[in-house]
Every structure is written in C-alpha cells, then in structure tokens.
C-alpha cells in the first residue's frame, strides 16, 4: 500500500471532456497516473462515498485527500510536480481565469452543438440524468432549433484561437504547452469524438487544426488502471496531508473548525458537508468523515464554489 499511498488515482470516464483537460496536463509532465473509471451517470458510491456528494467528473485521490473539479486538480499536480510548469509563455495566472472562458462559454456552444447536431448520444437515463445535474429540461427539440446559432458562437471562440496562433507558434501562449492549451482542447476533442457538423466548424481553422495533432502528440502520461475498490482502501488506509491553516484574509471569517457547506455555483449544486480544515483566495478544504472510508478531506477551488458557514 505504502508505494499507492502518493500514486495519482484520477475518478474518470474516457469519453468525459474535463477528464481529457486533466489527462492532457498529465502528457504535458510526463506523470504516472491510475484511471479509476466511474460510471457515466448516477448512482456513483464509490465517487460519493470519497466527495460526500460530490458527483461531477474528474476527482482526483491521493491517498486520502480529495480534489474536486478540474481547477484544483490542476493547481494540485502543478504544486507536487512544478516541471514542466503549466505556466508557459508570459502567463503567471490568467490562465485560470481563461480556465471560466473555456469551461463555461466555450464548453456550452461545445455542449449545445453536440447535442444539436447528432442523433441517439444520449439515451432516455442520459437525459433524465442530466436533466437533475442542470436543474432543467434536457430538450433535444430546444437544442436542434439553437444549434445554427450555437455553430456561430462556436466559430467566433475558433476564431480567437486561430488569430492566437497565426504567428506560427507551436502552442497557445508560444513554443511549449500549458493551460491555456489544456483549457481549450478538451472542448474541440468532444466535438471531434461525437459531432462530425461540428467537427467541420473547426476543420475551417487551419492553424487551430495544426494545434490540434501537436496536442494529441503529447499524449496523457503513463496511464495505469486501478479499480474503484482498490481506491476506497488506500482512502480508508491513509491519512490527509492537509495541515490545518487559518486564512487571514477570509472576508467572512471562516475559520478551521468551523462546520461549513461547499457547493458549485453552476450545475451540480449538491452542497458538501464538513469541517473546514484550511482555506485561502484559491482552495478550500474540509475534513468529512464516510463508513467506507474513514476520515477524508475534499478539497475545492474558490472561484466557482461558494462556501457557506453551516448552522
Ligand atoms: N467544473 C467542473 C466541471 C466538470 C463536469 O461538468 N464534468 C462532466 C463530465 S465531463 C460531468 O460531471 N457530468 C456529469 C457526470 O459525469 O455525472 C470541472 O472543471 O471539473
């Protein structure tokens, strides 16, 4: 157990389009990596029994520390593997606020023209699935009648990345890979795996094609399979590295001890229970406690979370 209790376990499924952000990253540092595949949709135990609610994909494990959502797991693995930085070119930062850009607006054209322009994806538990996820009706009619639209919202964000890398640079922010790269990929490889009509949107950007294949020849790392069984007992067999830190900038005072509530401010707005262990402008972690496996701490970011003192 003890060569497992460092080892990266990565809660994904392969055709999920924020795992192949993180993968990415991970081909961008060489990493050794574990796949633990998570089903698709709801139920999710061996997800939920780690996050306490938590049900989006990716999470990333180490031992028994929890990363939950793409933000976080990045910060993470850029903190215990700094080289190659992710931070390439000029960018210190902006990188993750382009990470909003790109998760949020591009990744819904992506979404909107996916579902707009291909038949039989999604199946009736797909729908109903995701219909409780976003809070609202998956409408199929809806999204065909808005994918015409939806294509031009595509084309004009194509379109920025096509003028970044119209002076020949090999990547986004210049001659080696990092977020800002990872952040826009993932999105046109969902297009690519499922929408041939949108596939086409973005074969009409020729720099951003080019950018494309150097990507995919990066590769996601040295992937190894791991069970979610096997996870659950390095959770239950190890323990937090997280030291309990107070923020002294917190504007609302929160403290470590403090009982509080985490939840998205998007879709996925389960709120996640537990105590606050250590906090700062960009994370948040709290320690919960499940049967399975034992004492854990689920970490988040701040931007995108609200954290809400319980009680
Ligand atoms: N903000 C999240 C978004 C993650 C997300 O929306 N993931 C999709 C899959 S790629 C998801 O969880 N869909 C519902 C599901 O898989 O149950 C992140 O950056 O990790």
Redesign the pocket.
């Known amino acids: 157990m003890t060569d497992m209790q460092n080892a990266i376990l990565f809660h994904q499924y392969d055709i999920?389009?924020?795992?192949e952000k993180v993968r990415v990253a991970f081909g961008i540092k060489g990493l050794t990596w574990y796949a633990v595949d998570q089903p698709?949709?709801?139920p999710k135990p061996e997800l939920t029994a780690l996050t306490g609610g938590y049900?989006?994909?990716?999470v990333m494990q180490i031992g028994a520390d929890i990363y939950c959502?793409?933000?976080i797991i990045l910060r993470e693995i850029e903190k215990r593997y700094p080289t190659p930085s992710l931070f390439v070119g000029g960018d210190k930062a902006l990188g993750w606020g382009m990470g909003l850009w790109t998760?949020r607006v591009l990744f819904q054209a992506a979404v909107a023209v996916i579902f707009g322009t291909t038949e039989g994806f999604a199946d009736e538990a797909f729908m109903k699935?995701r219909e409780k996820?976003m809070g609202r009706p998956f409408n199929t009619d809806e999204m065909r009648a808005g994918a015409p639209m939806m294509m031009e919202q595509l084309r004009a964000q194509l379109d920025w990345l096509e003028e970044q890398l119209s002076d020949g640079r090999a990547f986004l922010m210049g001659s080696e890979a990092g977020i800002a790269d990872v952040n826009a990929f993932y999105n046109l490889a969902f297009i690519r795996w499922i929408a041939p009509a949108g596939a086409a949107v973005i074969d009409a950007f020729k720099n951003v094609v080019a950018w494309e294949k150097r990507i995919q020849e990066i590769g996601h790392g040295d992937r190894q399979e791991l069970g979610r069984e096997e996870a659950l007992d390095i959770a239950r067999d190890t323990t937090s590295t997280e030291t309990e830190t107070a923020d002294q900038g917190e504007p609302n005072g929160l403290m470590p001890g403090d009982q509080v509530h985490v939840m998205?401010d998007d879709y996925?707005r389960d709120p996640i229970a537990g105590v606050l262990v250590s906090s700062s402008a960009q994370h948040v972690a709290i320690k919960r406690n499940d049967p399975r496996v034992g004492d854990v701490v689920v970490h988040f970011p701040r931007a995108?979370f609200l954290v809400m003192k319980a009680g």
């Not at 999920?16 to 795992?19: L, R």
């Not at 049900?55 to 990716?58: H, L, M």
């Open positions: 999920s389009p924020f795992s698709v949709i709801m049900r989006k994909i990716p959502d793409t933000q998760d699935d996820l998205a996925g995108g």
